[in-house]
């Protein structure tokens, strides 16, 4: 066993006694409560265990269900319950516009995928805040940064339509 | 000698080069007019050599990828420049349409085309020159018996001064003709074939035999291994670097047929390889192949010593970080989603070079024969500088390949793209 102290959407937790073999998904899971964050396949390949890392190199998708918790010391990270607005008793007051955006598009039916979807979308919009793209990139950047992740109600499209709706409506992101 | 008698012997030069550049361009006209030729051939003739194309893997260079079968552009990249396969369907202009049966003997095993220009040596004929003229007539009557493709052959990209063809008289004068040493011992029929499959249809050597300075094969260390041609290094696969890395025939055979046994799975171009070729070849010939690799008499496999760890405990944190996900606490693996480490061929060899390049690109998805597939493995090059890939290295293969020494961070910055 080893102590871990996490920095997850801006709160601190632990030390907690972790063993050193157990993946982030499950801490989030079972020693936390975070369980927003999903298992799909256990291998990495399927992207709804998605959380994004924030550290020199980031912001940036990193898949929980492969990657040792210990891995994550020293490094701030964000799950699905980090993105909404919440008012002073922890309820949410606002979603985030890609939350709202896959909303609006009804881009998922059973929602499994969602959090990695949400992530994924949320990490190229604030790289594309930081570096703005060109207009004729925007379709391949979008299909770059979805592609990774499956949906198995196929609801790619609206996830694609959503995404691409909210880049281009958002200041900035692409190069006048 | 006088300037005069200097004058005279560069007339004469001038006089010889020029009467060979117009010899040369006649016989090309000429040959390039030749008849089309048809090959008549039974049904058994064209399965026999549609059987002996897969066994000699000539699609991997001759067909490309999603092209017409055996209409050529694959790049072959080497040390002097990128060679392309050519079209060897029967098209009369840009294929082997005008070839007679002779003229594709002599290409197959003297490395000279039909209108007389000298193929590269990246066209195996050092290796073929061993093939039977029965061999070589059934690949012909099948190749001349497919739809013939009109596709004009990709230029090469060869650097001066092998772009001069004429100078592979010189090289195959010094190289070609030198007599293979076998790799094992043994005497049986079944050895026998097995050294016809792997050293001249096979033409393993062309990537597992280490080369010399002009790029030719090293005829004194057969199938000992080769680190220069591509990203991943060819490995020893003489009988004894097998049995050191625990290969029997048995697992042997496996992997050849399937493209993955108990301790390794056929990445890269040697997934083609059994992809395309030796998952191909039928039970007797898989066998002939095991027997030669490994000789009549093969060493026992060596089981992985038991080795102290060294490696800094910091090593151990990264394995359990990014590895264990996938290959599990005990690096057990798990079937058709990450190879198991224990014992692994690549984790036992006693250069690190492709356990490194593997951490550091991952590895794409695997397609093997039938439906068996494997799933892609990330790549640790942006999680791991070289220190710590080294000391993760030198951790896996203390700890699962009974290989005791240091891995040096300055080999992983070799490797490094």
């Known amino acids: 066993m080893t ?15 972790v063993p050193e073999d157990m993946m982030l998904v499950d801490v989030l899971h079972e020693y936390l409560g975070l369980t927003g964050t999903r298992f799909g396949c256990g291998q990495g390949e399927c992207g709804a265990c998605t959380v994004i890392v924030d550290d020199a190199r980031g912001p940036r998708e990193v898949r929980s269900c492969i990657t040792g918790a210990h891995y994550f010391s020293g490094k701030p990270l964000r799950t699905v319950e980090g993105h909404a607005r919440r008012d002073a008793a922890g309820a949410v007051s606002a979603l985030s516009p890609v939350q709202q955006a896959f909303l609006d598009h009804f881009s998922f039916q059973c929602g499994y995928c969602t959090p990695g979807f949400v992530n994924a979308a949320t990490v190229l919009l604030e790289r594309l805040a930081k570096a703005p793209m060109r207009k004729e990139e925007l379709e391949a950047t979008i299909l770059e940064a979805l592609n990774p992740h499956l949906c198995r109600c196929t609801g790619y499209v609206r996830y694609y339509q959503a995404v691409k709706q909210l880049v281009l409506s958002t200041p900035g992101l692409v190069k006048p | 000698m006088t300037r005069v008698g200097w004058r005279r012997v560069l007339q004469w030069l001038l006089v010889i080069l020029l009467a060979w550049w117009l010899l040369g361009f006649v016989a090309r006209w000429w040959s390039g007019r030749g008849p089309v030729q048809q090959a008549q051939a039974s049904a058994q003739q064209r399965a026999l050599g549609r059987y002996l194309l897969d066994a000699a893997d000539c699609a991997a260079c001759h067909t490309a990828e999603g092209g017409a079968p055996f209409a050529g552009g694959v790049p072959l990249r080497s040390p002097f420049g990128t060679i392309y396969g050519t079209n060897i369907t029967p098209d009369p202009d840009h294929g082997i349409g005008r070839y007679t049966d002779d003229d594709f003997f002599h290409a197959l095993t003297r490395g000279e085309a039909r209108d007389g220009h000298q193929l590269y040596p990246a066209m195996p004929y050092v290796s073929y020159k061993s093939m039977t003229r029965a061999d070589s007539d059934a690949l012909y009557a099948y190749l001349m018996n497919q739809v013939a493709v009109k596709k004009a052959n990709p230029s090469n990209d060869v650097r001066f001064p092998a772009n001069i063809r004429a100078g592979m008289h010189g090289w195959n004068l010094l190289f070609a003709d030198a007599a293979v040493t076998p790799v094992s011992r043994g005497n049986s029929p079944a050895w026998q074939r097995g050294r016809y499959l792997v050293e001249t249809l096979g033409h393993c050597g ?79 010939d898989l066998d002939a192949m095991t027997i030669y690799l490994l ?59 492709n356990l490194i390049v593997a951490v550091l690109d991952g590895l794409p998805e695997h397609d093997f024969p039938g439906l068996a597939r494997m799933q892609d493995m990330p790549g640790f090059a942006a999680d791991l500088d070289d220190t710590q890939v080294a000391a993760l290295v030198t951790w896996l293969r203390q700890e699962f390949g009974g290989q005791s020494a240091l891995v040096e961070a300055a080999s992983v910055r070799e490797l490094r793209r």
């Open chain 2, 295 to 353: 000789g009549d008499a093969p060493p026992a496999p060596v089981t992985p010593a038991s080795v102290e760890a060294s490696a800094d405990a910091g090593s151990h944190r990264h394995y359990f970080d990014l590895c264990a996900g996938c290959h599990g606490r005990d690096g057990g693996g798990v079937p058709n989603v990450a190879v198991s480490l224990r014992a692994n061929t690549s984790v036992r060899d006693p250069s690190p070079h």
């Open chain 2, 206 to 284: 062309e990537c597992h035999s280490p080369r010399g300075a002009l790029g030719q094969v090293d005829r004194d260390r057969p199938l000992a291994g080769n680190s220069e041609l591509g990203r991943f290094a060819a490995p020893d696969i003489t009988p004894q670097g097998l049995a050191a890395r625990g290969w029997d025939g048995a697992s042997l055979r496996e992997y050849l047929a399937t493209g993955s046994s108990a301790i390794a799975v056929a990445s890269d171009e040697m997934l083609k390889v059994v992809n395309l070729s030796t998952s191909r070849l039928n039970a007797g």
């Open chain 1, 3 to 17: 102590m871990l102290k996490l920095q997850i959407n801006g709160k601190e937790y632990g030390p907690i006694d």
